[in-house]
């Protein structure tokens, strides 16, 4: 199993900016492939932000939604096994609850590949 903990949603005008952080444990984090982002507002499906590749050593993949194409940044600490997301210039439709995601594949560009979910963290952007 792997625990996902998410942090750093909270409250924020327009036009700001918060730093996700997703922490990763478990016995079988070794295994992972890719971690990533997703988001989901009421009612709607639970849809793809970002992901970036876990078992490169040498370099990092990342690929992201095109609707945070250059808003969003994800990273990541392998030395802290943690997954970054940068959110800059929000805006109020990125108000939702955001999840932390782990898969055994990569790319990860679809909830269906997703082997671990985080609790969710919330993020309001207010105009």
């Known amino acids: 199993q792997v625990q996902l903990v998410e942090s750093g949603g909270g409250l924020v005008q327009a036009g700001g900016s918060l730093r996700l952080s997703c922490a990763a444990s478990?016995?079988?984090?070794?295994?992972?492939?890719?971690m990533g982002w997703f988001r989901q507002a009421p009612g709607k499906e639970r849809e793809f932000v970002s992901a970036?590749?876990?078992?490169?050593?040498?370099?990092?993949?990342?690929n992201y939604a095109d609707s945070v194409k250059d808003q969003f940044t994800i990273s990541r600490d392998k030395a802290k096994n943690t997954v970054y997301l940068q959110m800059n210039s929000l805006r109020p439709e990125d108000t939702t609850i955001y999840y932390c995601?782990?898969?055994?594949?990569?790319?990860?560009?679809?909830?269906?590949?997703?082997?671990?979910w985080g609790q969710g963290t919330q993020v309001t952007v207010s105009s």
């Open positions: 970036i590749s876990w078992s490169d050593s040498s370099y990092t993949r990342t």
């Open positions: 995601a782990a898969s055994t594949v990569y790319p990860m560009a679809t909830s269906r590949v997703v082997a671990y």
């Open positions: 478990g016995r079988t984090f070794s295994s992972l492939y890719g």
